[in-house]
């Protein structure tokens, strides 16, 4: 994209701009499959089950949790960019936004569906963004591709196990698991690949 830089610390004003406003449409589409009430996607499963043990809110633990396995690239020589760092702060603290300026469902299946649909929408949008501006994977995609430069495991296995791995023990915590973290699952491949689509025709590639 024109946007995208050349290194994880290129950084421009409209660059960051980019960058800080698809962080925080993530954050807040993570939030409303919070507020739904019908399951959260699996690392916000991990972030609340560990808020409910400790004196930390959802947005608090998904911020350490990012700092967490941001240590855990060290051991495989990953570095973090720009956009690593402010992923982890962004993310998190528009996470805790949302939640506090979106009601909850009030358990309306039809709103709690709608909301997750939006939820998945926005994190597609987000992800686009802050991918696009080449300044850093997030903390968990950065440890999915160290990982798998690795073990030579493929990307998409590594992904999963990954994945699996947050539920369960977010699951095991008291994390909330239902539809919509199925459908967060089924659908945000599909919202992430057709926003990058939807940018790179309105903005061009170089």
Known sequence: MRWTGTSRWDLSLTRIL??????????????LV????????????????????TPFSI???????GATVLLLW???????????????????????????IFPTSNGNWILSILMVLA???????????????????GPRDGLMTAIHHKTKIRVGRVRLAIEICALTIGALLGGRVG???????????NSVAIWLG????FAGSN
């Not at 939820?119 to 994977?137: F, H, K």
Request: charged letters at 5%; hydrophobic letters at 55%; glycine letters at 16%.
């Open 18 to 31: 980019i960058l800080f406003f698809g962080l925080a449409i993530f954050g807040l589409g993570d939030s």
């Open 34 to 53: 919070i507020q739904s009430h019908i399951g959260n996607a699996p690392w916000s499963v991990l972030a609340q089950g560990l808020s409910l043990h």
């Open 59 to 65: 947005g608090a633990c998904t911020f350490i949790i």
């Open 74 to 100: 060290w051991p495989l020589k990953e570095r973090p960019g720009f956009g690593t760092l402010a992923n982890i702060a962004i993310i998190s603290l528009f996470i805790q936004i949302g939640m506090w």
């Open 119 to 137: 939820g998945i929408a926005l994190v597609g949008a987000g992800s686009t963004l802050y991918i696009t501006t080449g300044l850093g994977p």
């Open 179 to 189: 539809i919509g973290t199925a459908l967060f699952a089924l659908l945000i491949g």
């Open 198 to 201: 939807v940018a790179k025709h």
